[in-house]
Nanobody, 118 residues
């Protein structure tokens, strides 16, 4: 099992920045991909960004150039970060940390709310 603890959401004005963090503990030796999804009100959940164990990244087109995903991995804890700059009202959503391990299991955080005011 993997436990995920998210932090960093909040309220920010358009053009501002936030940094989300997600700390993974437990059976972290199996973790391969770490990333962030979001669900905006009335919309389906979508991938925001993903980082793989080798360092390659994937971003949604809507956040390219504004968001940066990074990670920190050691024997005790794996952490994934999402630096969000130039935030827009349309970035308002609940953001969920997602972790996948090498045997195909997926884990989700409880979510952190991001609200961008215009």
């Amino acid at each position: 099992q993997v436990q995920l603890v998210e932090s960093g959401g909040g309220l920010v004005q358009a053009g501002g920045s936030l940094r989300l963090s997600c700390a993974a503990s437990g059976n972290i030796f199996r973790i391969s991909d770490m990333g962030w999804y979001r669900r905006a009100p009335g919309k389906q959940r979508e991938l925001v960004a993903m980082i793989r164990s080798g360092g390659s990244t994937t971003y949604a087109d809507s956040v390219k150039g504004r968001f940066t995903i990074s990670d920190s991995r050691d024997a005790a804890k794996n952490t994934v970060y999402l630096q969000m700059n130039s935030l827009k009202p349309e970035d308002t959503a609940d953001y969920y940390c997602n972790v996948m391990d090498t045997v195909g299991s997926t884990y989700w955080g409880r979510g952190t709310q991001v609200t961008v005011s215009s």
